[in-house]
C-alpha cells in the first residue's frame, strides 16, 4: 500500500526532529508552508516557548504581494531582522519535513542574507 503525502512528511519530520533541538543561545528555526502562505517561528524547545515568530499574513508583507518564493525570501529577512534585535546570532534550521528547496530555501536564505548563522 502507498504511502500518503502527508505521512511521509510526518515521518521525514519526527526524524529530523530527534536528531534536534532547540535553546535560548541557538532556537530552532520551524517553518510551516501552506499553499499560500509561508510562516517561521523561532523556538526553546527546553522551555517550549516561542521566541520570535513571522509570517506572509503579516500587515507589511500582505500589501507587497508577488511571486511566493519572493515573499519566502522576505520572511527570512524579516525573522533575521527581530533575531538580530532580539539578540539572537544562530538557529537550528527546522525545515519541518519539507524539502530544502523553493520557498523553504528561499525562506533559509533571505535569513543568511540578513546574517542569521545556521
Not at 512528511?9 to 508552508?33: E, H, L, N, Q
Not at 533575521?80 to 537550528?92: M, S
Not at 525545515?95 to 542574507?113: C, P, S
Request: hydrophobic share 40%; glycine share 10%.
Amino acid at each position: 500500500m502507498a504511502i500518503g503525502k502527508e505521512l511521509k512528511r510526518a515521518k521525514i519530520k519526527a526524524r529530523i526532529r530527534s536528531r534536534i533541538s532547540g535553546t535560548a543561545d541557538r532556537p530552532r528555526m520551524s517553518v510551516f508552508r501552506s499553499n499560500k502562505e509561508i510562516y517561521v517561528q523561532l523556538v526553546d524547545d527546553l522551555t517550549g516557548s516561542t521566541i520570535l515568530a513571522a509570517s506572509s499574513k503579516e500587515k507589511g508583507m500582505a500589501e507587497d504581494k508577488g511571486p511566493k518564493i519572493e515573499v519566502s525570501r522576505r520572511v527570512g529577512k524579516l525573522i533575521a531582522e527581530r533575531a538580530k534585535e532580539a539578540g539572537v546570532t544562530a538557529v537550528v534550521f527546522d525545515r519541518n519535513g519539507y524539502l530544502y528547496h523553493g520557498r523553504v530555501k528561499a525562506l533559509a536564505e533571505g535569513a543568511r542574507e540578513e546574517g542569521l548563522q545556521f
